[in-house]
């Protein structure tokens, strides 16, 4: 019995151990450990934008397979049926005859065959139908370039959120253990109720901070989550990355040069835009010129039947071969096509270069964003520094008593600031190459 019983609790202890494995291993699952190269991968396979990008670039390849089928021919069948139940009676210098007969029906099926020979017009929607895939492809790469620079630009949020909260969680740390310290001195009645009341609001006014910090870190996962197209509401997204560790990108020297806009994905669709128009200018051309098919019909025809006896109907076969030429004399509509195609022209002309001129403002803007940033960091890196050893000065003299409770927290202070300061230096960096990358049109900053 006693075996029994231990046999039953070491199977019990099993189930235990295994219930709890399988809860931490979808409790792992519910938690995404993020680095910037898997966020911005995760964004371009789930996002929904780029799965919407993908299917335009589908929907113009159909539409060039459609503008090429214009050159197949047409073929059809057709058939019908007429009953005359009075038939017209025509009247020649007095002789009249009918043309028909009464009461009586006519059968006819017809195969006919249209091939078009000389079509200039579908020639240049061929011509076209390329250009649009290449629009379609560049701005699937425009919305994949805008993700990317998103979803970077919101994982370096996230950054900032958590180092911010860090530091604001350390200060608030530090203040509560001087809190604590100041009040057992002034219950030993060795310092003053001022400087308790001192270190106690110093506490309290950290704290709003510390919470605005959190919901802050909250609300940038929120937003990441967004962008990398996370369906699952219960999946967290965490990532033990930090600010400090780009530091080494912030470099003044990658700035010698001023960047090229070849890659800039506003330029080439103004490019191939303009190409659009210029085929649609030859399309609308095209409606001064000649077009030439070449047809064929063959047709069985059964005339006067009084019943509806169709097998044994005669049938008199028939076909004929033909060319269409067709010669445009005069369509006003075709001259004011051609005039509002030429001033659509002249308007993206224009519109491109005053496109250009701004990205080269911005260009410019980035780089000064960037080169303040290297120069800020510097003097930031210098400032925390300092305000470290400010603190460490003011926390012993107040300790033998040489200093005021006002020092102390004047040097908390100076260090948390300096701190958030050097991290929002480094973001601000980040955030300007990001932003270049993506007006350079470079799919990593």
Not at 376 to 394: D, F, P, T, Y
Request: proline share 2%; hydrophobic share 40%; aromatic share 8%.
């Amino acid at each position: 019995m006693e075996k029994r019983f231990r046999v039953r609790r070491l199977s019990l202890w099993l189930c235990m151990l295994l219930l709890a494995a399988t809860a931490e291993a979808q409790e792992k699952e519910k938690v995404l450990e993020l680095t910037l190269d898997r966020a911005v991968e995760i964004a371009l396979n789930d996002n929904p934008v780029i799965r919407v990008a993908d299917q335009d670039i589908e929907l113009k390849k159909v539409s060039q397979k459609e503008a090429w089928q214009q050159l197949l021919p047409t073929v059809e069948l057709s058939g019908g049926m007429t009953y005359t139940i009075k038939a017209a009676t025509m009247n020649l210098g007095g002789n009249k005859f009918k043309m028909g007969q009464d009461g009586t029906s006519t059968w006819n099926g017809a195969f006919s065959v249209n091939l078009p020979v000389f079509a200039p017009a579908v020639y240049r929607t061929m011509q076209m139908s390329r250009t649009d895939i290449e629009l379609a492809v560049e701005k699937s790469r425009a919305s994949r370039l805008d993700l990317v620079n998103q979803v970077t630009k919101a994982y370096y949020g996230l950054l900032l959120a958590q180092d911010s909260y860090e530091v604001l969680q350390e200060s608030y740390a530090y203040s509560e253990k001087n809190y604590q310290v100041v009040d057992a001195k002034y219950r030993q009645g060795s310092v003053s109720e001022y400087d308790k009341i001192s270190a106690e609001v110093q506490m309290r006014n950290i704290k709003p901070n510390v919470v605005a910090a959190r919901n802050a870190v909250s609300l940038a996962r929120l937003q990441l989550k967004v962008l990398l197209g996370l369906s699952d509401e219960q999946q967290e997204v965490t990532t033990a990355d930090n600010l400090r560790n780009y530091e080494k990108e912030v470099d003044a020297h990658r700035l010698t040069d001023m960047p090229a806009l070849t890659g800039n994905t506003t330029l080439k669709q103004f490019d191939l835009n303009e190409q659009l128009l210029r085929h649609t200018l030859r399309i609308q051309k095209t409606n001064f010129m000649p077009t030439l098919a070449l047809n064929y019909g063959y047709q069985y025809q059964s005339l006067y039947n009084k019943n509806f006896e169709i097998w044994h109907y005669n049938w008199f076969p028939s076909s004929t071969v033909g060319i269409t030429l067709s010669v445009p004399l005069f369509k006003a509509s075709s001259f004011t096509g051609l005039k509002t195609t030429k001033i659509q022209l002249q308007q993206l002309a224009e519109n491109r270069v005053n496109t250009e001129r701004q990205l080269h403002m911005q260009v410019q803007t980035y780089r000064d964003n960037m080169l303040a940033g290297t120069e800020q960091l510097a003097s930031n890196k210098e400032s925390v520094a300092q305000a470290e050893k400010g603190r460490m000065i003011a926390e012993k003299r107040y300790e033998v008593g040489r200093g005021t409770i006002l020092e102390l927290n004047s040097s908390e202070v100076a260090l948390t600031q300096a701190q958030l300061t050097y991290n929002q230096a480094i973001y601000d960096y980040l955030v300007a190459q990001a932003d270049l990358a993506l007006v350079l049109g470079n799919e990593q900053p």
